[in-house]
Each structure stands twice: as C-alpha cells, then as structure tokens.
C-alpha cells in the first residue's frame, strides 16, 4: 500500500495544461528494455497488466485522496511525464526543447476554442493513439462534437501520431503528402503540412470555432503559458493592437474582426508560430514514440508469436497492405503518404446526413476540383491502429467510421469484390454474405483489394500482427 501510496503522488500527476482532474481511463503498465534486451517493470507495474483507481465516496481519508491525485491529470498516459514549470521551462537554454514543451501546452489547451471546453487533444488522445477518444461516439457515428452543442464535421478525426513526416502535397498526380484526409493542408504555404493543418481547428465553426486566428493569437500570449511563449517567439504577439473589446468578440461566433491590413500581417505571423510549436511537439518523441512491440522485434529485442509472424509475412505479400502501408525500414510509417478510394460504403450515423441527406463526401477530387480523384482520401498510418485504454473500448475505422474492427476492415480488403451488395451498412449480415456499395464508385482500386483469397484464420493473423503496432510496450 506504502508503495501504491507514493506512486500516486509522484510528480508525473502534474498538468501543464489545465488545473481540472478528470477520472482517467485504466492506465496500461509500461516497461523500459535494458541494455541487454531483457524488460524491466516500471512504476506503474507487471507487464500485460492495466490499473484502475475508482475514487467511491466509501474510501476516505489518504487512500482515497492518491488515488484521486493519481488521476488527476488532462495528459493521458502516453505523454505523461514530469512537466516542468514554466519558469523552468522559460529559462531553459535549449530552444528546441521550449519549443515542444510550448506546443504541447497549446496541443492541451482547452481555452484555445470557442466556449473554452475543447482541445486538440480532445479528438486527438495519445491514450487512443491521438485519435477520437470516445468509445460511445466512435461506435455509431465517429464524428466528434465541437465546442459549439450540434456542431458537427462529417469525418472521424485521423491520428496525429506521425503526421508530421508527411510531405508537402505534390500539386501533381500521384498526389503524395499533406495533411488531413483530404490532403487540403497542403504545406505549401508554411513548408510544413502538419504546422498548417494544426491552423485548421482552430477556425473552424465545426471544431474549436473561433472566429479569427487574432482570438487565438491573443489567448495564447495572455495565457498561463505567456512567458514560455516569450521565450521561444518573443513578446510579438503580446504587442498587437487588437481592437479594445477584442476579448468580448472572440468570446463569440462571428466573422473575422475588423483589423488593419498591418494588424493582420502580425497576427499571421504569431498564428504561424502557434503552428510551428505545435508541428514541433506533433514531430518530438512524445507523439512519435516508436516504442510497439514490433519495434522491440526489429531491434530484436521481443519475439512475436507465431501467429503474428504469419501475419507479418501476409502483410509483406498475400495481403498485399505494403501496396498502401509501406513497411521497410528501421522505423517503418506504414502509409505511402498517397490517396486511394477503396470503395468504402458510408457511414448511414454520419451526423452530417441529419442536415444534408444527399451528401457525398469526394474526398481529395473535392479538395483538388479534378474529377478523377473524387472519393480518394489518404492512406494513414498503422501505428497505434488498435491503440486504446481497454480491449473492450471501441475503435472506428476508414475516412468516415464506418467500421468499427480492424477484424471487419481486413475482411472488407479482402472479399469487397467477393460478397453481393447489402441495401445499408446496418444489416446484420454485413461483412458475412454482403457489402453496402462504394459511397463513392469512381476511381475505385481494383486488382489490388477485394479478392484476397485470405482465409478466416489469415485474416485474424493479419490483425493480430496490426496489435503489435501500438506504442507504449516499452520506454525510450
């Protein structure tokens, strides 16, 4: 109980970003690999093991309060870690370092939205691999709300982990790089496709839904973290002559504020640099881990069991998912940065059909206005695919969300061009004897998915080499 007690109190429970406790999922034990290969247990505990630290109103008195501290914290665990202060922060000689640390305050920070109530990490939770964080939500329709009630976009929110090696879109077919699935953070602009797709968010009316970069701009340089921004970027942004009731507008929805072409151009400027801080923490080891089991099995330093290593020859060849998932490599990223349409059906939850029953989403064809690329969206990583707090806790899958296991994505690679059409998604016997058609049918791979010939037990050996993909089975 002693040892419990001070693991509880440890000064990893500190927050960086946001003074609330929140009751945290169950926090998977992490192990470091020693020199020689062997694993040594962490703090936290044994290996295959997960915690859970209810806090009932019967247990009382000292116990009761470490576990509460114990789940005090808006980081998750995968980014957990002791968070120095900012005047700590602020006086470090090491740029780059103030600079990560910088974003990964903006990447936490509730108050850069609208009503103060949503983040980046909201949709993007290091404890589901940056990903949507919400089992009720990724089970039906996979769009997370914004910080306006009933806002809406029409996608599942795509993983941030490993985002930032992504090129600048070629503006020329193949297209290759950019941000978001549809690829419009381009990185042309910035040189950066992760710096300008965290821009992104901020602005729009479906997600943090600020009216003008300038309300962000003066949130940041007037926040609990001025002095760190100072350190890294200057006093620039603190010194912009915002309207006087520049606080009162951006505390509600509106069009842009009323600013002097000056004005602007230092806004752009500082907003550049939010973007910058938070592509440097998107791109640092907190996001980028490389720390699965299978790259403990390519250092060789872990094994796989034999099913996993039927499915990492599958993978490599008769699965064919190197096609889109390139593994090769010392750190492989397992996505080709390209765009595919898969023939992926929608997803008949999409909040988006509420308001527009017709809607069809053309993914890059829309954002480019070519045609011949309408219904493509980018191929993700498979990094942290089935990363989540609980086996039980429920993914989803594909541009929209529509499949909700990687067990149903593989088999849907596998016989789309084998089953019949079903009329929706929500019959019972989707993925048994039947698909629902393409959302979109034009420009659809053929030749390389639909008709694997994998059998049932080549199919769950695929995923079960996917599961090995998940960071946090051993520390850096």
């Known amino acids: 109980m002693k040892k419990l007690l001070m693991g509880a109190l440890r000064p990893e429970t500190y927050d960086a970003s946001t003074s609330r406790c929140r009751s945290g999922p169950p926090k998977p034990y992490v192990y470091r690999l020693d020199a020689s290969g062997g694993r040594t247990e962490s703090a936290t505990g044994r290996r295959g093991m997960r915690m859970w630290f209810p806090t009932y109103p019967a247990r009382a008195g000292m116990i009761a309060a470490a576990l509460a501290l114990a789940a005090c914290a808006d980081e998750p665990t995968a980014v957990k870690g002791r968070a120095p202060g900012e005047a700590e922060l602020a006086g470090n000689p090491d740029l780059e370092v103030r600079r990560v640390q910088l974003g990964r305050r903006l990447f936490f920070d509730r108050e850069l939205s609208l009503h103060g109530n949503q983040s980046c990490a909201s949709c993007h939770d290091p404890d589901w691999g940056f990903s949507g964080p919400s089992s009720q939500v990724n089970a039906h329709g996979a769009v997370f709300e914004g910080s306006v009630a009933g ?86 942004a603190s010194a912009i002559a915002l309207p006087s009731d520049a606080s009162s507008l951006c505390a509600a929805a509106g069009g842009p504020l009323p600013l002097s072409e000056a004005v602007r151009a230092q806004v752009q400027v500082e907003y550049d640099n939010i973007a910058r801080a938070i592509a440097a923490f998107e791109g640092s080891k907190h996001v980028n881990a490389f720390t699965s089991r299978f790259d403990a099995f390519l250092a060789g330093r872990a094994e796989l069991t034999e099913q996993e290593r039927l499915g990492l020859q599958l993978f490599n060849g008769k699965a064919r998912c190197t096609v889109c998932h390139s593994s090769g490599g010392t750190q492989p990223l397992f996505t080709n940065f390209r765009y595919s349409n898969l023939g992926v059906p929608r997803n008949p939850e999409n909040p988006v059909y509420a308001g527009q029953p017709g809607f069809v989403d053309y993914g890059l064809g829309a954002f480019l206005g070519a045609a011949a690329q309408q219904g493509k969206f980018k191929s993700p990583t498979l990094r942290n695919v089935d990363r989540r707090p609980q086996g039980s806790d429920v993914k989803a899958y594909m541009h929209n969300g529509v499949f909700k296991s990687l067990e149903t994505v593989v088999h849907f690679y596998n016989t789309r061009d084998v089953l019949p059409r079903c009329e929706t998604v929500a019959e019972p016997v989707v993925g048994e004897n039947c698909w629902p058609a393409p959302e979109v049918a034009a420009n659809m791979v053929t030749g390389i998915v639909g008709n694997l010939g994998l059998t049932p037990a080549e199919e769950a050996a695929v995923v079960a080499y996917m599961q090995t993909l998940s960071d946090g089975y051993f520390e850096r």
């Open 151 to 236: 806002a809406f976009g029409n996608r599942r929110p795509p993983s941030a982990a490993y985002a930032t090696f992504s090129p600048v879109l070629r503006l020329e077919g193949p297209y290759v790089g950019g941000n978001f699935w549809d690829g419009r953070a381009t990185g042309q602009r910035l040189g950066d496709a992760a710096a300008e797709q965290a821009q992104g968010p901020f602005l729009n009316p479906a997600e943090m839904a600020l009216r003008d970069a300038a309300c962000v701009v003066q949130r940041v340089s007037q926040g609990r973290y001025a002095a760190l921004w100072a350190s890294v970027y200057g006093e620039g």
